[in-house]
């Protein structure tokens, strides 16, 4: 006789950020809030964090004044999603997210090695769901740059959404941002 399904709660946003509040978790904790389910994160590697700080670096640059590069910072998603990319872009200064986390980036990034197979499926599927007009995986397994956009509905997706166009580009190709179209950035640049 197959086992009954275990019994889980689903948070809300709100009741997640009143956790935090409330000092449940340890300094350090990486969870994030993925769809109502509270997610650990993968540790940090030298080779990962390099990558973050290389990616925040060239977005910083691409973007200049008027925006806000965020690293490992929440995004407030959804009613049920508050995820942590690696980076993230948002319109804006860093005192305008002073009392509640920015809900509309317009670049969301990802630096993966072993989380890759989870970025693809179920994050992807996470930011389509909630219309981020792009999505970037800097896939360090592969040395490429994953590059996702339209959002649009497909029931196959874990959140019944995905992207509809996905570019994969090497290391010697150039990418533009929808945010930041005028500037052409090396894929090399977002590699460690």
């Not at 709100?14 to 650990?40: A, Q, T």
């Amino acid at each position: 006789m197959p086992e009954p399904p275990l019994p889980m709660k689903r948070w809300k946003r709100v009741e997640y950020e009143r956790l935090v509040d409330r000092g449940i978790f340890e300094p350090g904790d990486r969870i994030e809030l993925i769809d109502g389910l509270l997610l650990v994160s993968e540790p940090q590697s030298s080779f990962h964090y390099t990558a973050i700080q290389l990616v925040e670096r060239v977005l910083s640059r691409a973007f200049g004044d008027g925006w806000t590069v965020r690293t490992q910072a929440p995004i407030a998603l959804d009613d049920a999603s508050e995820p942590e990319p690696d980076v993230a872009v948002v319109r804006g200064e860093i005192r305008d997210y002073a009392t509640s986390h920015p809900a509309d980036p317009v670049l969301v990034v990802e630096v993966a090695v072993s989380s890759l197979t989870f970025d693809r499926e179920h994050k992807a599927s996470l930011y389509a769901r909630a219309g981020r007009p792009e999505y970037w995986i800097v896939n360090l397994v592969d040395r490429v740059l994953e590059v996702r956009r339209e959002p649009a509905p497909e029931p196959s997706a874990p959140y019944g959404w995905d992207y509809a166009v996905v570019d994969v580009l090497g290391q010697a190709e150039r990418v533009s941002s929808l945010g930041a179209s005028a500037i052409q950035i090396p894929v090399v640049d977002l590699l460690p």
